[in-house]
Nanobody, 122 residues
Framework: QMLLVESGGGLMHPGGSLILSCAAFGTIKSIDTMGWYRQAPGNERELVATITSNGTTNYADSVKGRFTISRDNAENRVALQMNLVKPEDTGVYYC????????????????WGRGTQVTVSS
């Protein structure tokens, strides 16, 4: 079994910066795509950014040029650098793994963390 734990959320003023981190725990052999999603009150969960195991990234149009996703394959970690944040970036940010191979041949699919709150307000 794999567990995703996010950290780094908080309250920021518009224009500020923040780094979110996510660590995957478990007897993990490999992870395919890791990513960040967010959900604002009253809205559906939406993609923020993803990164494959070979470093290919994908960003929502709303965060391109402001957010940067990165990962450490050896440590099974993914981070999201958030710059020039806006009030519309407010929401619960969730770490996601699409597929992971665990020791023993088990496969973990579509795993989610519990989320970390990010609030951008003046």
């Amino acid at each position: 079994q794999m567990l995703l734990v996010e950290s780094g959320g908080g309250l920021m003023h518009p224009g500020g910066s923040l780094i979110l981190s996510c660590a995957a725990f478990g007897t993990i052999k490999s992870i395919d795509t890791m990513g960040w999603y967010r959900q604002a009150p009253g809205n559906e969960r939406e993609l923020v950014a993803t990164i494959t195991s070979n470093g290919t990234t994908n960003y929502a149009d709303s965060v391109k040029g402001r957010f940067t996703i990165s990962r450490d394959n050896a440590e099974n970690r993914v981070a999201l650098q958030m710059n020039l944040v806006k009030p519309e970036d407010t929401g619960v940010y969730y770490c996601h793994v699409d597929q992971a191979v665990l020791v023993g041949g088990w496969t973990e699919i579509n795993a989610w963390g519990r989320g970390t709150q990010v609030t951008v307000s003046s």
